[in-house]
């Protein structure tokens, strides 16, 4: 069956019948060299472009011109047919399709970022690729990230976070209206208000080891005067003392606070 029959036949073929042809001639391509073995591998590729534009077309609409993904995924092919052991199995694609999707990943690690996630998880991403078409010959089957991560020593979390780091090529505008949204709001329209309490959240977390060292009276003082709101009238009469000298309490106490803060 030569060159130009398969560029014909390719996309008539049935998935069984294309499995079976591949290995066969990457059985033949195995136990060929030079020309011969070249003539075996090129069939293989062509036999499977469809496969190839299959997996670049789920990259596609990411901030890359399809063309040059459909390039890339063309090149994966050619490198997954070179590389492809058939003494180790026969499931060309289980091993080839991680391999498409490492090159395409590859190429916008090089050239798509919009926003750049941290350095590990850029070289995570890199990683994946090779660590998943070694598993998937291995294991018959696409590999757990947490396979992926026991195999290359990482954490999984690391794992995880580079493979969903594909977001970062294209973000979606804060503007964009949602596609799941029935009154076609965007990012923007549903991020909250700002919290009035974040203004004393932190005032508070720095007088709390203060107010803890005040004696019971000053604390129950400053409580009902800033918590309660209660009067100087109504804190004397509760501790035993006059309003002026509630007055002159607070005052104190207010102002040891304020210079314990300046020292902190």
Excluded at 251 to 257: D, K, T
Aim: a negative charge.
């Amino acid at each position: 069956m030569g060159s130009d029959r398969y560029a014909r036949e390719a996309v008539g073929l049935s998935d069984a019948r294309r499995r079976a042809e591949t290995a066969r001639l990457l059985s033949r391509a195995h136990a060929s060299s030079g020309e011969d073995r070249a003539r075996y591998e090129n069939d293989v590729v062509r036999l499977n472009l469809g496969v190839a534009a299959d997996v670049a077309r789920r990259y596609h609409g990411r901030g890359i011109a399809a063309d040059d993904i459909d390039q890339v995924a063309c090149l994966g092919m050619v490198k997954a047919v070179r590389a492809f052991d058939p003494t180790r199995g026969d499931d060309f694609l289980s091993f080839a399709v991680p391999t498409l999707r490492g090159e395409i990943r590859r190429y916008f690690r090089d050239a798509g970022w919009t926003v750049r996630p941290p350095r590990p998880v850029q070289e995570t991403q890199e990683r994946i690729a090779g660590a998943e078409a070694v598993l998937s010959q291995r294991l018959g089957r696409t590999p757990r990230p947490s396979e992926i991560a026991v195999h290359l020593d990482v954490p999984l979390v690391l794992v995880l976070d580079s493979l969903h780091a594909t977001g970062c090529f294209a973000p979606v505008s804060l503007d964009a209206p949602h596609p799941y949204d029935d009154e076609g709001r965007g990012p923007a329209d549903l991020l909250g208000e700002l919290d009035p309490a974040f203004a004393s959240a932190e005032a508070r977390l720095a007088l709390q080891p203060l107010i803890r060292d005040l004696s019971e009276r000053e604390r129950t003082i400053i409580e009902m005067r800033y918590f309660d709101n209660r009067t100087q009238a109504e804190i004397g009469a509760e501790v035993g003392v006059s309003q002026e000298q509630v007055s002159r309490l607070i005052a104190g106490i207010l102002s040891r606070l304020r210079e314990r803060l300046a020292v902190a």
